[in-house]
């Protein structure tokens, strides 16, 4: 018997093991990322100045295009200007569960209309790879990644320990930006807001810049490849932007 009870401690141990680092390492990823983000909580300033003077001038006829809204608050530059100045646009999401969210954060914002799509090269259905919403133990951040490209989620594996356990996959609608901007009767568009977690060049050369040229365009550079990267600041320097830089984003504006 007491052989017996050896044995089974053996054979336990090491999983007891596994699961105390996996909550080690999901501890000190939110404690860093609590610590960046309460603590730090870096500013943008040129985007701060940029919005506001083009708020200003534009007064209510101000229209933005966010693709990629997710829950519409969770570390998002657009909200507080949004709900601020009162804008009119479109916010893009596919994931149901955020749209609801979206329409909760925006509730009493009528000009503000919900897209329930992704936005891609071509229409039809794709596969969205996400953070389940029910994963225990996860950095608040995870739950806004959400991308077409699998490999892109896992990327953070370093910083979420299991992160394939974590992982949904899930079939979403996809419209191009040409059928966006038909679908919506958009006119003009003051601010395009891209962040599709190494999407974002597949939507940016959408662009018709020779019906639509957006005064700021803000889109999240880090997950793309560095040679997609310099293809996509070419573009919009060859359009006449200047570019600037803040972390993870880069803003291309109308000087």
């Not at 044995?7 to 093991?17: D, F, K, L, S």
């Not at 990322?33 to 083009?54: C, G, I, M, Q, S």
């Not at 100045?85 to 994931?95: M, S, T």
């Not at 996860?138 to 990644?145: I, T, V, Y």
């Amino acid at each position: 018997m007491m052989r017996s009870r050896a044995g089974t401690e053996r054979r336990a141990r090491p999983a007891r093991v596994h699961a105390l680092k996996r909550r080690v390492a999901r501890t000190l990823s939110k404690l860093a990322n609590d610590l960046f983000y309460r603590v730090y909580r870096p500013e943008w300033r040129a985007f701060d100045e940029l919005v506001t003077k083009h708020s200003a001038d534009s007064s209510s006829s101000f229209f933005f295009v966010q693709i990629g809204a997710n829950d519409g608050v969770t570390h998002d530059f657009l909200h507080r200007y949004i709900k601020k100045y009162r804008w009119r646009g479109i916010l893009v999401e596919p994931v149901p569960a955020y749209c609801d969210l979206l329409r909760a954060h925006y509730q009493g914002v009528p000009a503000v209309v919900i897209e329930q799509s992704a936005i891609s090269i071509s229409e039809g259905t794709r596969t969205l790879y996400r953070i389940d919403d029910a994963a225990a133990e996860l950095p608040a951040w995870s739950k806004g990644l959400a991308s077409l490209h699998l490999d892109v989620i896992k990327k953070h594996r370093w910083l979420i320990p299991d992160l394939e356990d974590a992982i949904v996959a899930e079939p979403v609608c996809c419209i191009t930006l040409a059928t966006l901007i038909r679908k919506h009767q958009v006119e003009k568009i003051d601010l395009l807001s891209v962040d599709t977690e190494g999407h974002d060049f597949e939507v940016i050369k959408q662009i018709d810049f020779a019906r639509f040229i957006p005064r700021m365009i803000i889109y999240e550079h880090k997950h793309l490849r560095r040679e997609t990267r310099r293809h996509c600041e070419n573009l919009l320097t060859a359009q006449g932007y200047q570019l600037t830089k803040h972390l993870s984003n880069t803003l291309a504006y109308l000087p």
